[in-house]
């Protein structure tokens, strides 16, 4: 019966790749109850029988003996472990065993303690001495070297499961999309939703113009992600976009955008900002050098 409601509960409860009773303690303390239940109700009934048993004469316990289902040896020598393990006396032998003080006519046994509670008690004296070798003699792994082992085994599946997964790109590493598919997505991202402020050729309207080399916020990949990210400035600049799109869509856009640079628009705005130069792109000349400090003081 215990095994039938463990495999009822280890069926309906959702417990992922670990058992129920592992994964949720509820779930071992309900079998640990049920299974209390199940020895008790064992129990009673054993005892009821053995009752009924003694009441009987002899042919009524010759004919109960024959009545009952021969039990298998399995169960017979579980039985005998238990009996065993309980380390009790039969009733036929509690004279050995009584006391000679007595209170109102009740007397007391002098049972020994079970098998099962000195073992039990045996088996925590080995444990104790393997732990104090273990951990204070040979200075084994404690729990708190194990969760370090187990972080740094987290952050290198993390970083691994980083390098694969485009939806994990951030302001650190975004990368310039330069593949048609990625700037054909990224186009088709900008006419939906960005053509309302910069046009559809980049030149601006209520943005600001998108083909110069003058940024309000840091040009290249990495400030112009964070931007779409992010949102401009604080009551006039664009939205937080990261709400709408995924960081590779946003990558994407990103890259599109830094596509019209050096592009012809219908009618382009005036450049806002400063002028963006991009420090991986070569030495500056000194005109640029004082562009791109200009930038750096503007971005800090």
Same mark, same amino acid.
């Given at each position: 019966?215990?095994?039938?409601?463990?495999?009822?509960?280890?069926?309906?409860?959702?417990?992922?790749?670990?058992?129920?009773?592992?994964?949720?303690?509820?779930?071992?303390?309900?079998?640990?109850?049920?299974?209390?239940?199940?020895?008790?109700?064992?129990?009673?009934?054993?005892?009821?029988?053995?009752?009924?048993?003694?009441?009987?004469?002899?042919?009524?316990?010759? !004919?109960?003996?024959?009545?009952?289902?021969?039990?298998?040896?399995?169960?017979?020598?579980?039985?005998?472990?238990?009996?065993?393990?309980?380390?009790? !006396?039969?009733?036929?032998?509690?004279?050995?065993?009584?006391?000679?003080?007595?209170?109102?006519?009740?007397?007391?046994?002098?049972?020994?303690?079970?098998?099962?509670?000195?073992?039990?008690?045996?088996?925590?004296?080995?444990?104790?001495?393997?732990?104090?070798? !273990?951990?204070?003699?040979?200075?084994?792994?404690?729990?708190?070297?194990?969760?370090?082992?187990?972080?740094?085994?987290?952050?290198?599946?993390?970083?691994?499961?980083?390098?694969?997964?485009?939806? !994990?790109?951030?302001?650190?590493?975004?990368?310039?999309?330069?593949?048609?598919?990625?700037?054909?997505?990224?186009?088709?991202?900008?006419?939906?939703?960005?053509?309302?402020?910069?046009?559809?050729?980049?030149? %601006?309207?209520?943005?600001?113009?998108?083909?110069?080399?003058?940024?309000?916020?840091?040009? %290249?990949?990495?400030?112009?992600?964070?931007?779409?990210?992010?949102?401009?400035?604080?009551?006039?600049?664009?939205?937080?976009?990261?709400?709408?799109?995924?960081?590779?869509?946003?990558?994407?856009?990103?890259?599109?955008?830094?596509?019209?640079?050096?592009?012809?628009?219908?009618?382009?705005?005036?450049?806002?900002?400063?002028?963006?130069?991009?420090?991986?792109?070569?030495?500056?000349?000194?005109?640029?050098?004082?562009?791109?400090?200009?930038?750096?003081?503007?971005?800090?």
């Amino acid at each position: 019966m215990f095994f039938i409601i463990f495999g009822i509960v280890e069926y309906f409860v959702d417990s992922g790749d670990q058992p129920a009773f592992i994964e949720k303690p509820v779930v071992l303390l309900f079998l640990l109850f049920v299974l209390m239940i199940i020895i008790a109700i064992e129990a009673i009934i054993g005892a009821m029988e053995n009752i009924l048993y003694q009441s009987l004469d002899e042919e009524g316990k010759a !004919r109960y003996e024959a009545s009952k289902v021969k039990t298998p040896k399995f169960f017979i020598w579980i039985k005998k472990m238990y009996l065993k393990l309980l380390g009790s !006396r039969p009733i036929e032998e509690e004279h050995e065993i009584i006391l000679d003080h007595n209170y109102d006519g009740i007397k007391e046994l002098n049972n020994d303690l079970p098998p099962w509670w000195l073992y039990g008690f045996y088996a925590t004296i080995i444990f104790g001495a393997i732990y104090l070798l !273990r951990y204070h003699v040979f200075n084994g792994q404690n729990q708190y070297d194990e969760l370090e082992i187990e972080y740094a085994e987290a952050n290198a599946a993390i970083e691994e499961y980083n390098k694969t997964a485009k939806d !994990r790109v951030d302001f650190n590493s975004v990368e310039l999309l330069t593949d048609a598919s990625s700037l054909a997505n990224g186009k088709q991202i900008f006419e939906t939703t960005c053509v309302a402020c910069h046009k559809a050729d980049g030149g %601006g309207g209520i943005g600001p113009n998108l083909t110069d080399k003058h940024w309000i916020l840091g040009g %290249g990949i990495k400030n112009v992600f964070k931007t779409i990210t992010e949102g401009g400035r604080d009551g006039k600049g664009m939205i937080a976009w990261k709400q709408t799109y995924k960081p590779s869509e946003i990558a994407q856009v990103a890259s599109y955008v830094l596509s019209l640079q050096g592009t012809t628009p219908a009618e382009p705005k005036a450049a806002e900002g400063d002028l963006w130069v991009d420090e991986n792109a070569g030495p500056p000349s000194e005109t640029n050098e004082q562009a791109s400090d200009s930038t750096q003081v503007e971005m800090n």
